[in-house]
């Protein structure tokens, strides 16, 4: 069964919609409502339930509800403005009804002993609950007054643009609703226990009083689920379309069995993990073909990525090729280079170094050095990705971290090293780990393997909360652990964004630490410092010359320093739990027990508290992950928020994430069996300009 798309006719223009002239066509498109269908799935945000009455007596602040009751009296007080206020009672308990705006008429209306019924917001007033201009009817007390049948939608509005029309142009849109296709075959909505298209619509736009508005807010209600699902679905599709695109592309099939890659993990002084083997033989399988890999490692911090991402690189060289290390700071990427020097060199493979603050006559020579092949293994930043270096034969990128990356630019890198229909195999390596379902969306176009045990004889890191009254305290221990010949971090964050502010809160606590710590020695790291000097002190903090390291979060993610046992971060609890986990990944990497604290300025919010106790309560980055969805939501997760990516319209990838695999399954059987709906969903849900991949 597959139905041809151009012989669709579509619900037709809005023009042709009763009361639709230029001008509300106009705000309609403000709404990106163009065409008869749109407004279909122009959705309500919330529902007005008016189909019961609320006794009084439970009315509480802020609730939105129907009321009915007896009018005691109404008057109208002079304060700073003339006011109406009528008094109404229904046994239970009593409300106030304020209005600003009123004619002499209305009040006359609300005769003592009258029925009246409203519709608002419940507020706390001056002296006892009120609604402030409710909508309203007075009538007989002996007359009955019928209830609604169904719950009233509320939909998104625009300046100009009353519900009612909007209703009335969703009504008219109604009336059409059996000419609109339905792109899920009936297979997969009965596997999934789903209603149709028609059903679900109609349902959401008018749901009969049956509905439960509670079932609707939770995301229980089936039509709602069927919605979230198709769109969840248009968005699988749309990744699992640019992921096809991409293998369908060739790549070189690089060498798993050459002698340095034995040769290396004999040098090394540990052996690796299972979960490490795993890995490194998911990427052996994906190299050993002539199609793209497209792999993301999820590892939490000191995991053990570096190694395995040095293995890969092996994988090129070996076959011949050139291998291209990126990461996102030049501490991180320098970090890479000194292991990867210390793991390769012995064999006689020069590292190579790229970053954006060499000399200008250095770059160029690296450059010629990476476009004639004479420099096999690259580490670099982004200046790897800069339009002036062009590479010889590059089979193989990883990158490292790669949460600061969206699905946009991830593509666009993949053009680097291109030639006709023929890309590098990529290997992206990411500390924050994502809970399973949201990664399974968020990163449909890729692979993905877990890293889910830490290298031996790390004892996990004690972390405690303390108030930042007890200051001195901290200092102490530091003071004690820096005699004991253990390490320091000191982390100093700020709320403000601005990285002035946070390196000049930096070098405060350095100089003040510095009075107070007089026989320890300090060094001091911020974004604002030249790389030459930044590096320099890590160096030394590294080397054992310095015990205490002063930082803004420059070092959340990746620095490596084994001797370090004891971080403090200040101001914890304005951190995200994530952050707070990277940073705290910096300690527990040696054989000594590390500990964490957390200083805090009381008093703590709601989230604040829940954060730190969730950092004392446990150290696995996927427990950490998963409590950190549950605060803040899926987009601040992943890091997408400011891009717009992974904003869905319908589908919460919270609340929905139960039914992901069974999405990921129907993604693919509309693939393979019905590949002409593939387009029309996407198309449906996605709109045509934010396609992923258009570029893949
Ligand atoms: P991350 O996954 O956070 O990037 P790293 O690659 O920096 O972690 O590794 C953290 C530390 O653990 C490094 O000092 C590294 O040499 C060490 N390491 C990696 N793999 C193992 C292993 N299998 N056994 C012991 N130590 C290991
Ligand atoms: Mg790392």
């Known amino acids: 069964m597959t139905t041809d798309v151009q012989e669709q006719p579509g619900l037709g223009s809005l023009r042709e919609l009763r009361g639709v002239g230029p001008k509300l066509q106009e705000k309609l498109e403000r709404l990106g409502l163009t065409r008869v269908e749109d407004l279909l799935f122009h959705l309500p945000l919330r529902y007005q339930d008016r189909t019961r009455i609320t006794p009084m007596g439970s009315l509480q602040h802020d609730m939105e509800v129907l009321v009915e009751g007896t009018i005691d009296y109404a008057e109208i007080a002079?304060?700073?403005?003339?006011?109406?206020?009528?008094?109404?009672?229904?046994?239970?308990?009593?409300?106030?009804?304020?209005?600003?705006?009123?004619?002499?008429?209305?009040?006359?209306?609300?005769?003592?002993?009258?029925?009246?019924?409203?519709?608002?917001?419940?507020?706390?007033?001056?002296?006892?609950?009120?609604?402030?201009?409710?909508?309203?009817?007075?009538?007989?007390?002996?007359?009955?007054?019928p209830l609604d049948t169904a719950l009233h939608p509320v939909y998104p509005a625009t300046e100009g643009l009353q519900q009612k029309s909007l209703s009335r142009l969703i009504d008219q849109a109604i009336d059409r609703l059996d000419r609109l296709q339905d792109w899920l075959p009936e297979e997969i909505l009965q596997d999934a226990g789903l209603p149709g298209l028609k059903d679900a619509l109609l349902e959401m736009h008018r749901p009969d009083a049956s509905v439960?508005?509670?079932d609707l807010v939770e995301g229980r209600n089936r039509a709602q689920q069927r919605l979230a699902f198709e769109e969840l679905l248009a968005h699988q599709l749309s990744l699992g379309r640019a992921r096809l695109r991409v293998r369908s592309l060739s790549a070189?099939?690089?060498?798993?069995?050459?002698?340095?890659?034995?040769?290396?993990?004999?040098?090394?002084?540990?052996?690796l993990t299972a979960a490490q083997q795993r890995v490194l033989d998911e990427i052996a399988r994906d190299v050993s073909v002539p199609a793209p890999m497209l792999r993301l490692v999820q590892g939490d911090v000191g995991s053990g990525k570096t190694v395995v991402a040095a293995q890969a690189c092996l994988m090129a060289i070996e076959a011949g090729r050139q291998a291209a290390v990126m990461a996102p700071t030049e501490i991180l990427a320098g970090q890479h280079l000194e292991k990867f020097r210390e793991w390769f060199e012995p064999l006689g493979l020069e590292v190579a170094w790229l970053s954006g603050s060499m000399k200008a006559a250095e770059r160029r020579e690296m450059n010629a050095r990476i476009a004639s092949g004479e420099a096999s293994i690259i580490i670099g930043t982004h200046a790897l990705f800069q339009d002036e270096v062009s590479f010889s034969d590059l089979a193989l990128v990883v990158i490292d971290e790669q949460h600061r990356f969206g699905v946009h630019q991830r593509m666009s890198l993949r053009d680097k090293g291109r030639s006709d229909k023929h890309i590098p195999h990529q290997l992206i390596m990411t500390a924050t780990p994502i809970p399973r379902t949201l990664a399974m969306t968020a990163y449909a176009d890729l692979d993905l393997s877990i890293i889910d045990e830490l290298p031996p004889g790390r004892t996990p890191v004690k972390t405690v909360a303390i108030a930042d009254k007890r200051r001195a305290e901290v200092v102490d221990r530091v003071r004690h652990a820096c005699t004991e010949g253990r390490q320091v971090y000191w982390v100093c964050t700020l709320i403000e964004e601005s990285e002035a502010l946070q390196c000049e809160a930096a070098e405060v606590t350095a100089t003040q630490l510095a009075d107070a710590l007089p026989e320890v020695g300090i060094g001091l790291v911020h974004g604002r410092m030249?790389?030459?000097?930044?590096?320099?002190?890590?160096?030394?903090?590294?080397?054992?010359?310095?015990?205490l390291l002063v930082a803004t979060t420059v070092i959340e993610v990746g620095v490596d320093v084994p001797n370090?046992?004891?971080?403090?971060?200040?101001?914890?609890?304005?951190?995200?739990?994530?952050?707070?986990h990277q940073l705290r990944g910096r300690v527990g990497r040696g054989s000594t027990e590390s500990s964490c604290v957390l200083m805090y300025h009381p008093p703590l919010g709601e989230n604040g508290r829940r954060r730190l106790t969730a950092m004392r309560e446990t150290t696995d980055g996927f427990e950490i992950a998963r409590i950190d969805l549950e605060l803040r939501g899926p987009g601040e997760?992943?890091?997408?928020?400011?891009?717009?990516?992974?904003?869905?319209?319908?589908?919460?990838?919270?609340?929905?994430?139960?039914?992901?695999?069974?999405?990921?399954?129907?993604?693919?059987?509309?693939?393979?069996?019905?590949?002409?709906?593939?387009q029309p969903l996407i198309t449906r849900w996605l709109g045509r300009a934010q396609e992923y991949g258009s570029i893949g």
């Open 637 to 678: 997760v992943l890091g997408t928020r400011q891009t717009g990516e992974m904003q869905f319209r319908i589908a919460d990838l919270l609340r929905d994430q139960a039914m992901v695999p069974e999405v990921q399954q129907a993604a693919r059987r509309l693939m393979e069996q019905y590949p002409d709906h593939v």
């Open 530 to 547: 030249k790389s030459a000097d930044k590096e320099h002190v890590m160096q030394a903090f590294k080397n054992g010359e310095l015990d």
């Open 78 to 145: 002079f304060r700073r403005r003339r006011t109406l206020l009528c008094h109404v009672s229904d046994g239970t308990g009593s409300i106030l009804l304020r209005f600003f705006h009123f004619s002499n008429s209305q009040k006359l209306a609300m005769e003592r002993g009258r029925s009246i019924r409203c519709y608002g917001v419940v507020r706390r007033g001056p002296s006892s609950l009120e609604m402030v201009h409710p909508e309203y009817r007075v009538f007989k007390e002996d007359q009955e007054e």
């Open 252 to 271: 070189d099939v690089l060498k798993t069995e050459g002698a340095m890659i034995p040769a290396v993990r004999q040098a090394l002084p540990f052996s």
């Open 564 to 580: 370090a046992s004891l971080m403090i971060i200040e101001n914890a609890e304005r951190l995200g739990l994530s952050q707070l």
């Open 212 to 214: 439960s508005i509670i």
